[in-house]
């Protein structure tokens, strides 16, 4: 490498540290071969649940020419985005804390700050993060930021898996780093830490038993899940928080945990929901899955002041909801052990003219008696 290509390495690591990156480093822009084949076993045995993303092209998502033909270098950019956060109120909503508020935004603005640095030397170059084109964990592994932990997240120093990965890809020549010499050794904490047993080997990811998966997709929330999911109104940090590497981050602060009061969020307008959540992945940024979410934590989690929210939930106009809040309505009523359970449903069911509603408040009724 030239003394320039030296130099502009160095001013680009030196911008993008100012701009509060926690790691950067680089890799070739070369095929990732061995992800997509892993992408493609992992659609094969359906691990992938209802998520696209990058099992939707896993060729375009492993090999960055699909995107950006001109690039022969991956700049990869990490930003840790809990400086001090602490076990989440496990009475109330929970929210990862990815998602406490946009954390992409900041590490976006790095990223930004890295391409200019780069186009001011005159070469190309463009951000990507978080986006079906490209698979982030493995430019920042082979970039050295970090090494796979067994939980599938990339774990880097001092902040282990609490991290946001980005990247810019360029044609300038700059160096690449080696890969990190490292990985988590006789550990296994992450995998009995699952609440659905998701993780099915180390590295292996079933997202169909993810709660972080249903929580931002479509549909019904699995029956079988409800239960686990607690609080958890998006995201889940289980695996996350049971790592040691990075541990020492998990203490304080409940304001970044995502503790959240379920009931004044109910009061809110679907509209209001969404413009609360901008940042969250809402399928088709339709409020109701927020709502769903939000009658499946009161459910787990709610006191009797629940009960009234939950009734009025029951009568919600949309089927979904009504659907969920049937759900609900039995397992407040089992946990707090109501005696007008079965009375409550079979008024419900009375009065219900939507056949899928009604399916479930028989299936309530099924479990309450
Ligand atoms: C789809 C997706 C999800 C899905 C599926 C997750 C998954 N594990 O694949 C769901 C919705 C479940 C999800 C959840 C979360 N996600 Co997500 N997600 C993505 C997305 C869009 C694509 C990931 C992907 O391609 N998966 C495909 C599978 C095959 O890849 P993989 O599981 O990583 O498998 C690899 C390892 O097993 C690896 N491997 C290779 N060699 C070795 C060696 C060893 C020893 C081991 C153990 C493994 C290993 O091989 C596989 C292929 O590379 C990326 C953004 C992006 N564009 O890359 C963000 C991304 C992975 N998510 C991220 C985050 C923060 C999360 C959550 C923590 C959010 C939350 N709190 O709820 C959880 C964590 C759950 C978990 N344990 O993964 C971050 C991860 C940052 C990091 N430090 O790793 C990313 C990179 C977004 C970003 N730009 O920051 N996510
Ligand atoms: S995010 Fe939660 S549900 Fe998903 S694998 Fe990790 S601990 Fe399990
Ligand atoms: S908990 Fe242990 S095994 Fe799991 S990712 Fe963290 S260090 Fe690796």
Redesign the pocket.
Known sequence: MTETDAHLQQRVTAAAIAAGADAIGVASADPFGE?EN??RD?VADGLNGP?R??YDDPAA?SNPSATFPWATRLVALGRSYVPEAGPADPRGGRV?R?ATSDHYAPLLAIAGTVADELRAAGYRAEPI????R?????VAVRAGIGW???????LAPKVG?W????AVATDAPLAPDEQMRR?CGTCDACLPACPTGALVA????D?RR?L??WL?SPGDLPLDLREAMGGRVY???D??EACPPGSRLAAGDPEVTGSTDLIALLELSDEELLERHAHWYVPRREGRYLRRNLVVALANTGGAEAWAPMLELAGHPSALIRRHAAWGVGRLGERHGRQDTTSVLEALLDSEGVADVREALEDALGSAG
């Open positions: 992800v892993t992408i992992r998520l993303f990058t998502a990862a990815f993060a978080d986006d079906p490209l698979v982030d964990r493995a796979w932990g067994k939980n599938t997240m990339v898996p991290m946001l990965l980005a990985d180390p590295g292996v990811l997202a993810c972080a998966t931002q995201g889940c940090d695996c996350l």
